[in-house]
């Protein structure tokens, strides 16, 4: 295994931090273990060849590599299931009573679109035939292009559809063969899955959200980048918008102008 001097170390995290908002400063093993084997297969003789190759790679295409080697890509169908039983018993409803049939949601950091596609079947289900009436695609982006493809093909195990509740694997589920099953299509047509850093200087979107679901992300994230991100959402949100992060996040009343509602669920007033 090559070894990873202090230096090869400090500028990897630096760089990845600075690009990324990913603090790894205490992720020593998990650099080298997921790094080590791909430096040699490419022929690198050191961290600092393959760092510089990054730095000087104008395509991007090393710097996604690396994103996906490193980050971890872990979700599942209705993860965290009381924000679901919240947009269903709450959000929804709150929304049909109003006139504009226009829901813009964003799933940050959607991973390999489990929680998207979850997402897409409460709205269907919800609405019922009405669903036609409504505007409520759903962006989803996430900063791993490997994690997207996964989600963009919207093929899963069958072991996967366990928790989902039986109407929902027979009406929005295809079986492949006794491995995997695919979502179909209605349903894959509601995602725009997007490539995106939460780092960009700027968020290039024309029209404020009414919910984004942002969980279990920001714990890779220092407080000060954060407190950026956070405050960042609250501009970028219609007044009376939810947030939603993960149950392991929370936020202090002083980080941001979100109320508390519930936990891990925050609103715009």
């Known amino acids: 295994m090559k070894a990873i001097t202090d230096r090869e170390f400090i500028e990897l995290v630096q760089f990845i931090k600075q690009n990324f908002g990913i603090n790894l400063t205490q992720k020593r093993g998990l650099v080298l273990g997921r790094l080590h084997n791909y430096i040699e297969q490419n022929g690198f003789d050191s961290f600092s060849e393959y760092f510089h190759y990054i730095v000087n790679d104008r395509t991007g295409k090393a710097g996604s590599i690396l994103l996906n080697k490193l980050t971890t890509n872990h979700t599942y169908f209705l993860r965290e299931p009381q924000h679901f039983d919240f947009l269903e018993q709450v959000v929804l409803p709150a929304f049909a009573k109003g006139a504009s049939k226009d829901l813009r949601i964003w799933s940050a950091g959607c991973s390999t679109g489990e929680e998207p596609y979850t997402l897409a079947m409460i709205i269907d289900s919800f609405f019922g035939v009405a669903k036609c009436q409504w505007d409520a695609k759903i962006l989803a982006t996430d900063i791993s292009t490997a994690a997207l493809e996964r989600g963009q093909r919207g093929i899963y ?20 063969d006794d491995e995997y099953s695919v979502i179909n ?28 679901l942002c969980r279990n992300v920001m714990i890779y994230f220092d407080a000060d980048t954060k407190q950026n991100l956070v405050n960042r959402f609250y501009d970028h949100m219609e007044p009376g918008g939810y947030l939603f992060i993960g149950h392991s996040e929370a936020l202090s009343r002083h980080e941001s102008k979100y109320v508390f509602v519930a936990p891990a669920i925050y609103r715009k007033e």
Do not use: C, D, G, V
């Not at 195990?157 to 929005?172: A, F, V």
């Not at 995106?196 to 200087?201: D, I, T, Y």
């Open 157 to 176: 195990p069958n072991s996967q559809l366990n928790e989902l509740p039986n109407r929902w694997r027979t009406k929005y589920f295809a079986k492949i």
């Open 185 to 212: 299509e209605k349903i894959r047509e509601e995602i725009i899955f997007r490539r995106f850093n939460l780092m960009n200087a700027t968020f290039p979107f024309k029209k404020k959200f009414h919910l984004i």
